[in-house]
């Protein structure tokens, strides 16, 4: 495949991406391209959706959850479709625009955070392993169920490398604003 081709299909991917993380909100983002010596690009890591499969499928196994907890397989059907495009398939987001899940102590520290952060959404600058962001995050809870909160955080802290424990709906209940 030619060089402008490869550039012009990840364009259009990442436009793709973009817009779906955007879902019914309003949101400014800016994509950087590094340009190497010799003119080509090097774009930021995006996800098709071939490769979205293919980096679900290659994920750390999910846990199957602490008793009464989600099953975190549940939540990568709820991770790549409402997550995916921000934070990509490997988790490991885009570098100054979507912060990483993989290694992310917010993920596998105290889950009322995570949940918190998925439930109500995040605005303002946040440092993610020496890099900072400031953007925003949509608030899921009025979209998605308790249950499907609860899966997709047990999934998100339970790959990648991540290894925290499992979350209950009750747990996503019991956590307001």
């Not at 009322?112 to 998925?118: G, R, Y």
Request: aromatic fraction near 4%.
């Amino acid at each position: 495949m030619g060089r402008f081709t490869k550039i012009g299909i990840l364009s259009l991917a990442a436009l793709l991406a973009l817009g779906a993380c955007s879902k019914g909100s309003q949101s400014t983002s800016t994509t950087t391209t590094t340009t190497e010596q010799g003119g080509s690009a090097a774009p930021a890591e995006t996800a098709t959706a071939a490769g979205t499969e293919s980096a679900m499928s290659n994920a750390a196994s999910p846990a199957a959850g602490a008793a009464n907890g989600a099953v975190a397989s549940d939540g990568a059907k709820v991770y790549q479709t409402n997550c995916s495009s921000c934070h990509q398939a490997s988790g490991q987001g885009v570098p100054g625009t979507f912060p990483p899940l993989a290694g992310n102590p917010a993920v596998s520290g105290d889950a009322t955070k995570v949940i918190h952060i998925v439930k109500f959404g995040l605005n303002g600058k946040v440092d993610v392993k020496g890099t900072s962001y400031n953007g925003m995050m949509p608030a899921w809870g009025q979209q998605l169920s308790n249950g499907d909160i609860a899966a997709v955080v047990t999934y998100i802290r339970s790959s990648w490398g991540n290894s925290a424990g499992a979350v209950t709906e009750a747990q996503v209940a019991g956590v307001t604003k």
